[in-house]
């Protein structure tokens, strides 16, 4: 139980900084959070808890795997909430995730590669 809530709470004050840092500056608040610490995390706390190799390897393959159809949606953000405000943006840029998804697993079946 303790493990859990040390993983609680050094996740959400990564999170808690970063809100804080793009308060300050954009960029700076952009770069951070576009790095992959969600991921790191995870690998981290994955082996932490004694995940094989194996499984932290296919976890990091799948992440990339579900980089690519994620990408619009922050092309698509921008856009929208100058236009429709911060609620339709992100309930636009999450139907759109949700479509993009779908056409890449279409896609990577078709290569033989299934993702969902």
Do not use: Q
Request: glycine share 6%; proline share 3%; net charge positive.
């Amino acid at each position: 139980m303790a493990f859990i809530l040390i993983k609680l709470f050094v996740t959400a004050g990564f999170i808690v900084l970063i809100t804080e840092i793009a308060k300050r500056s954009d960029k700076f608040g952009g770069m951070i959070a576009a790095l992959p610490l969600t991921t790191l995390l995870v690998i981290f706390w994955m082996h932490f808890e004694g995940a094989s190799e194996n499984k932290i390897a296919n976890h990091i393959t799948y992440t990339l795997f579900f980089i690519a159809p994620t990408l619009p949606m922050f092309f698509l953000f921008p856009w929208l909430i100058g236009k429709f405000g911060f609620f339709a943006a992100a309930t636009g840029s999450i139907v759109l995730t949700i479509f993009c998804i779908y056409v890449f697993n279409l896609f990577s079946e078709s290569i033989g590669f299934r993702i969902l």
